[in-house]
């Protein structure tokens, strides 16, 4: 009978090992010539086999066992769509975001589109997203944000989409969609034209527009829909801006924000999953767990202040390549509420933040840490 | 029969003429032949004296930045001349293989570019891999070897062909140096390169220390960047300018005098495997069972039932942001060494940039980096004369002969042409996605 | 000259002064030198003709206000330059030719300053403008010129596969993300870009070579 031959890959693999078991033998200086000449990224972070080749189990979070109903839910967001002749990257970064949550096997439960669909508010382009979106297998739940809105204050969006503000229950946790990015009238004493308007709030740092909120409207919406809930449900808010105050310059930042706080303060556990930061953002303020949606578009630099200390950064992107620092993901809803989310980043390595690193208030399942931090 | 002897003799002569003359159209007679394709050791021995001109090995090769090579040298195996000899003799070396047919030298030929120009090379008994073997010229700057670089240095890499199964065939090292420990040249050899018996790891550097010394930088275009400003065609600076700018080729193609080579030695997935009509559903097979089970074994399984080769990059590091990338092939002497890619399925550099100018092949895991180009064939072909300068002047002949050759064929066709994803008509997954 | 003469050369040389006038300062659209008679020189005809040209001018600027540097920065915040009140004190400002300023000496070159930086700033922030053709401008990554980083050249840019300045790195990011033309090195639009991104970047210290 002949021995079981190694394949190519498996004695490629020993070799490494042991290729890596003899630099340790190696004096410091050796070492470090070496690695810097010969070795590449691997050997300089110094990891040790076999995980200095991260499994992707890590990468896409803990199994649920022990998790009952816990179940997936697939995000996309930010996509500032243009009409396909004046920008097809835009268009191919959804087109691929879509294909790739159409490829997630499971399925999740359902899609949720975290804003900015548009970037001028056109009704043109705002087809044009929904025909893409209508592509996507699972069910889909829509999110309006400040790109989608300001240019006919949401007249092609309700035709379209429907109410921006709902909610629903879905194994049992309690979901919430706010429309976040209410701006006091700005325009009308200048006399802005609708275009005019839109492009003012488009532009992060333009300054004539007014702070992202909620509004007293909807809080009152809010009061009412959650009063028939008990304290222990969990509760989940989509929202575009973030539901507090991080950067104000750049409206990442929502103005009543302390009061929306407020109203969800009686809560056991709630979840706040919101876009228009386009960058990993992490954040808890008493019961309130924040996660940020990465864009399909472009990435945002992190604010000079304000982070939230919870905050891992991702890494830099690199300009070279236009789909770097953006992508999709996936979030883990377990039954209390908590979610393990994964930003699953284009050509990068997955990142999750899991539950336990908000429950803990960040001492264990800390993400990674960038090797390229903001400037 | 004698009647038949002439008639006979005719026909022998005639089969021999056409066993021996080579596709390349070389006569017969002046290049004697090894097995598999190549040209015999002894004659590509001869050809490497006239090549390389005999240097002091210790001091760095002409047109390189003397810091960065030394840099690259790994520790205790630092160039001798005793080293570079043994090396020598070791890579021309058919005793190497297990049915001795094959030496480096059969996959990385003096007489075709130090590679095969095949899309796929040839090992013992015929067996045919799944790779393009790439050049054994200026690799002394690489930071990886192989094209998933699963082999930190070349002394590493030198060591991998020699026991692999499809390559040379040797079960492990220790057969292989059986092979040769019994020659008194070698011991005396082994003993003045390395002070040491004749050992495996020491095959491995020697090899490396002699391939350190196949330099050849002198191409019209260094002489072009060191301000001789006729050395290539205005059609050729226009490439060169378009290769920085609207091309974006140096990004992942960086050219500068401390690295000539045009590699970034990083990995991307520019979509050649996605043409493999199963990439897709393995990439996802190799995630998911990675999911599952995290150990080895799963994917040797899945390597050894499935073409799992076509994945790059993953197989080694297991990164998601790996799948279906290759290194960046290096750019020197490029007009001589086709056919291009990892499997070697484009034919000519038409070929190659009517892929880059469609913005790749879409899948999953493309790198994002690679977008629509939309350029004109006139900006094709200036991108591509740049590129044919960038060969050794020592094989302007050949480099010439190729030139015509993939002029000649691009000009009947142009498999991977697509004028509507070039200038962004369609878009990339637009078959996938609905609008 | 008789009398009759001389008036005939007067007017004669007023119809040219005043249609030199309509050619050189703003063509009406149909772009005509209107014929002059001797009625229309007079002194309520000239009022009308500056009404004419005045209304021109606002056609072709329907949006400009007086200060065109305050409504750029009411849109965007900038920072101000430095500080140089420094300058005014010490003895040995007295009686130096070259070194004796004033307060509004100090405003004139702030001023001045302010302007080109506010003229970067409008550039950055318009895609038309950096005749980009995907409507991508570069405050869309860059917010206030956040993530620029002037202060790491000279540095070898991965991108370009070689060293740069702050400027080839400003034509790179106009050639590739924003999809438009290269700027030429002395170009007046390269230059404010270049003041806008050094000036949102007041403070930071100076660091060559960081990747």
Redesign the interface.
């Known amino acids: 009978m002949k021995p079981r031959?190694k394949?190519?890959?498996?004695?490629?693999?020993e070799?490494?090992e042991e290729?890596f078991r003899s630099l340790r033998r190696?004096d410091r200086r050796?070492f470090i010539?070496?690695s810097?000449?010969?070795?590449?990224a691997?050997?300089v972070q110094g990891l040790v086999p076999?995980n200095s080749?991260?499994?992707?189990?890590l990468?896409?979070g803990p199994t649920t066992q022990g998790a009952g109903n816990a179940f997936r839910i697939a995000y996309i967001s930010d996509s500032h769509l243009?009409e396909?002749?004046?920008?097809?990257?835009f268009?191919?970064a959804l087109?691929?975001a879509?294909?790739?949550v159409n490829?997630l096997?499971p399925q999740p439960d359902f899609v949720f589109y975290g804003g900015d669909l548009a970037?001028l508010g056109q009704p043109k382009e705002l087809e044009?997203g929904a025909?893409?979106l209508?592509?996507l297998k699972a069910p889909l739940k829509i999110m309006v944000g400040e790109h989608d809105w300001y240019f006919d204050m949401g007249e092609k969006w309700r035709a379209l989409f429907g109410e921006p503000t709902y909610s629903w229950d879905h194994k049992g946790i309690h979901f919430v969609t706010l429309l976040s990015v209410v701006e006091t009238d700005f325009w009308t004493a200048r006399g802005m034209t609708p275009m005019e308007r839109m492009k003012?709030v488009a532009?992060?740092?333009?300054?004539?527009q007014s702070p992202f909120s909620v509004g007293e409207a909807q809080r009152e919406w809010l009061r009412n829909d959650l009063a028939k809930y008990p304290d222990d449900t969990p509760v989940v808010v989509f929202s575009h801006s973030p539901l507090y105050k991080l950067y104000r310059?750049?409206n990442f930042w929502t103005d009543d924000a302390e009061e929306v706080q407020a109203l969800l303060k009686r809560f056991q556990n709630v979840v706040v999953l919101h876009g228009h930061t386009h960058q990993m953002l992490t954040n808890r303020i008493g019961n309130i767990h924040f996660h940020g949606f990465l864009a399909t578009a472009?990435?945002?630099?992190y604010?000079?202040q304000g982070l939230p200390e919870l905050t891992i950064e991702m890494a830099?992107p690199?300009?070279?390549?236009?789909?770097?620092g953006?992508g999709d993901g996936d979030a883990l809803v377990h039954p209390d509420g908590l979610v393990d989310k994964v930003y699953n980043?284009?050509?990068?390595?997955?990142v999750t933040v899991a539950r336990n690193y908000t429950a803990s208030w960040g001492k264990e399942g800390i993400p990674p840490q960038p090797n390229?931090p903001?400037? | 029969m004698s009647t038949h002897k002439p008639a006979t003799a005719f026909i022998g002569v005639l089969v021999l003429a056409a066993v021996t003359l080579r596709s390349d159209g070389q006569e017969a007679s002046r290049v004697p032949m090894a097995e598999h394709g190549a040209a015999s050791m002894d004659y590509q021995l001869a050809e490497l004296e006239k090549l390389l001109p005999q240097v002091d090995v210790t001091a760095a090769p002409a047109g390189l930045d003397p810091v960065v090579w030394e840099a690259f040298i790994p520790e205790g195996n630092e160039m001798t001349a005793e080293r570079v000899e043994l090396g020598k003799k070791l890579y021309f070396d058919k005793r190497l293989s297990k049915d001795s047919t094959v030496s480096c030298a059969t996959c990385h030929d003096v007489t075709r570019a130090f590679t095969d120009q095949r899309r796929v090379s040839e090992g013992i008994a015929g067996q045919l891999g799944r790779r393009n073997a790439p050049t054994t010229m200026n690799v002394a700057l690489l930071q990886t070897l192989f094209l998933d670089g699963r082999a930190p240095t070349l002394d590493h890499q030198a060591r991998l062909p020699i026991v692999n199964p499809i390559e040379m065939g040797f079960p492990d090292g220790r057969a292989a140096v059986q092979a040769i420990a019994g020659d008194s040249e070698y011991q005396r050899l082994f003993q003045a390169a390395y002070g040491r018996d004749v050992n495996y790891d020491d095959v491995g550097r020697a090899i490396g220390a002699f391939e350190r010394t196949l330099v050849f930088l002198d191409s019209p275009f260094l002489r072009f960047l060191s301000g001789e400003a006729d050395a290539v065609s205005t059609d050729a600076q226009e490439g060169w300018r378009l290769f920085n700018e609207k091309a974006r080729c140096v990004t992942c193609h960086p050219m500068n005098l401390s690295n000539p080579l045009g590699t970034d030695n990083r990995f991307h997935n520019i979509g050649v495997s996605a043409r493999h009509q199963d990439f897709e559903a393995l990439a996802r097979a190799g995630l998911k069972a990675l999911q599952e089970d995290p150990s080895e074994r799963r994917l040797e399984e899945l390597a050894l039932g499935t073409d799992m080769s076509e994945l790059g990059r993953f197989m080694v590091t297991k990164n998601r942001s790996a799948s279906g990338a290759f290194r960046t092939s290096l750019l020197l002497n490029i007009g001589i060494t086709p056919p291009y890619m990892h499997d070697g399925t484009l034919e000519t550099l038409w070929d190659v940039m009517d892929h880059y100018n469609k913005g790749g092949e879409p899948n999953p895991f493309l790198d994002g980096g690679m977008e629509p180009l939309a350029l004109i064939d006139e900006e094709i072909d200036q991108i591509v004369a740049f590129l044919f300068t960038l060969t050794d002047d020592r094989f302007s002949e050949e480099n010439q002969r190729q030139m015509s050759e993939q002029e000649a064929k691009a000009a009947k066709s142009r498999p991977f042409r697509d004028d509507d994803l070039a200038f962004r008509q369609t878009i990339a997954f637009e078959e996938r996605i609905k609008q | 000259m008789s009398s009759n003469k001389r008036k005939a050369v007067i007017v004669l040389a007023g119809a040219v002064l005043v249609g030199l006038v309509f050619v050189t300062i703003d063509r009406t659209p149909a772009g005509e030198v209107q014929a002059v008679t001797r009625q229309e020189t007079e002194k309520e005809e000239g009022q009308a003709l500056a009404d004419s040209l005045m209304a021109q001018w606002k056609l072709k600027n329907p949006d400009r206000m007086d200060d065109w540097v305050a409504e750029e920065k009411e849109r965007h915040t900038i920072q101000p330059p430095a500080d140089n009140t420094d300058v005014l004190k010490g003895g040995q400002g007295e009686g130096h030719s070259y070194g004796q300023y004033t307060e509004r000496d100090l405003l004139l070159w702030a001023r001045e300053t302010e302007k080109l930086v506010v003229e970067g700033s409008r550039i950055f922030h318009d895609a038309a403008a950096l005749q980009g053709t995907v409507g991508v401008s570069c405050d869309m990554c860059h917010p206030h010129a956040a993530n620029t980083h002037p202060e790491t050249y000279p540095k070898f840019q991965v991108q370009m596969g070689r060293v740069a300045l702050l400027r080839d790195m400003i034509n790179w990011c106009i050639e590739q993300p924003v999809r438009g033309e290269r700027l030429a090195p002395d170009d007046s639009r390269l230059r404010a870009l270049e003041a806008y991104i050094y000036a949102q970047r007041k403070g930071t210290e100076l660091s060559y070579g960081k990747h």
């Not at chain 1, 810097?36 to 590449?40: D, E, I, Q």
């Not at chain 1, 080749?53 to 189990?57: A, D, E, N």
């Not at chain 1, 532009?203 to 004539?208: H, K």
């Not at chain 1, 690199?318 to 770097?324: S, T, V």
Request: with cysteine.
């Open positions: 031959h394949s190519v890959e498996t004695k490629y693999l070799e490494r290729f190696l050796s010539k070496l810097t000449a010969a070795l590449g691997v050997a076999p080749f991260q499994p992707v189990t990468a896409t243009y396909k002749d004046v920008n097809d990257r268009v191919r087109m691929r879509v294909d790739d490829a096997d970037q044009l025909g893409i209508k592509n003012t532009g992060l740092d333009n300054s004539v310059p750049w472009w990435p945002w630099p604010a000079p830099r690199d300009p070279f390549n236009p789909q770097d953006c980043f284009w050509n990068r390595n997955p390229r903001s400037y």
